[in-house]
């Protein structure tokens, strides 16, 4: 399982480049894909050598790759960026070798996971470590990825998340209820236009917004574990806020309580309308 460049060619590794020249086949997720990366190292590999294994024939390009392997072949598995089997083609495939007490030889290299946390600087390296979780992509439908962030809310881990550029507005909108959580935006990791920020989760929209050349390429996400600071202040502004509710029409009680504990209107808006449905179920 041999990774590759996510951005810029450098970034190939030594042992990776041994290895593509001595496989009998290069199994790929995009064969024109791979043929171009090749041939920008000087390895002009014969179409018959490269095998397509992506995640619409997976499972039955696993087999074809079993019975090479029983015959003595090397076969090397590239996706189009990155390490196989993180977000990407690859991991039914070791599941099959492995069912088939066949060796998966892991190869490191480039992973835009570990790279947009190596620069966010958020894990916890004090007493209490509680390491990160990679979440990956959140779900398209509002109302499930509303829910699945309300699950991410509290969470004292790192989480990671990727999202595509067209759908890249929407999430930071629906991260907007994290409110001063720190959120790191990264880029076009290891490519010409890379960017990489850090900002209040509630801001991040905003941020996208102002500058339409920063909506374009593929984007890492790196929430920050939720503090016991963040805790005693949202515990603090929903102390207020459920007092404004309970003499004040929901817009003039988010208003005032924005005013009072600096939190975010949005984040406070939903907030409020979360006590106004936990209040009316409780007195069904």
């Given amino acids: 399982m041999l990774a590759t460049p996510i951005g ?73 960026a990155g390490t196989p089997g993180v977000s990407d083609p690859g991991a039914r495939l070791c599941a099959a070798l492995q069912a088939q007490e066949l060796r998966c030889i892991p190869l490191p290299g480039p992973s835009s996971i570990t790279s947009a946390i190596s620069v966010a600087g958020c894990l916890p390296i004090h007493e209490q470590q509680h390491g990160f979780v990679f979440q990956g992509f959140l779900p398209t439908k509002s109302t499930e990825r509303h829910a699945a962030i309300q699950a991410l809310q509290h969470d004292m881990h790192c989480i990671v998340l990727l999202e595509a550029p067209h759908r890249i507005i929407d999430l930071a909108q629906a991260l907007a209820v994290l409110g001063e959580r720190p959120l790191t935006l ?65 817009k003039t009680a988010v208003k005032l309580c924005a005013e009072i504990t600096g939190a975010s209107r949005n984040t406070l808006y939903e907030q409020a309308l979360q006590l106004k449905d936990a209040c009316k179920n409780n007195s069904l």
């Fill in 8 to 80: 810029n060619l450098a970034d190939i590794s030594l042992r990776a480049l041994y290895v593509l020249q001595l496989v009998d086949t290069i199994a790929c997720e995009d064969t024109r894909h791979t043929q171009t990366m090749l041939r920008s190292y000087g390895l002009d590999r014969p179409a018959a050598q490269l095998l397509a294994v992506h995640q619409h024939n997976e499972a039955e390009a696993a087999q074809t790759i079993v019975a090479r392997l029983r015959q003595g072949q090397r076969i090397a598995y590239v996706s189009d």
């Fill in 186 to 250: 990264a880029r076009e990791i290891s490519k010409q236009f890379e960017q990489i920020t850090t900002l209040p989760a509630q801001d991040a929209a905003a941020w996208l917004q102002a500058d339409a050349q920063r909506c374009k390429g593929e984007f890492v996400l790196v929430l920050h574990p939720y503090t016991s600071q963040q805790n005693s202040d949202t515990a603090r502004s929903t102390h207020i806020l459920r007092l404004l509710l309970a003499e004040l029409p929901t």
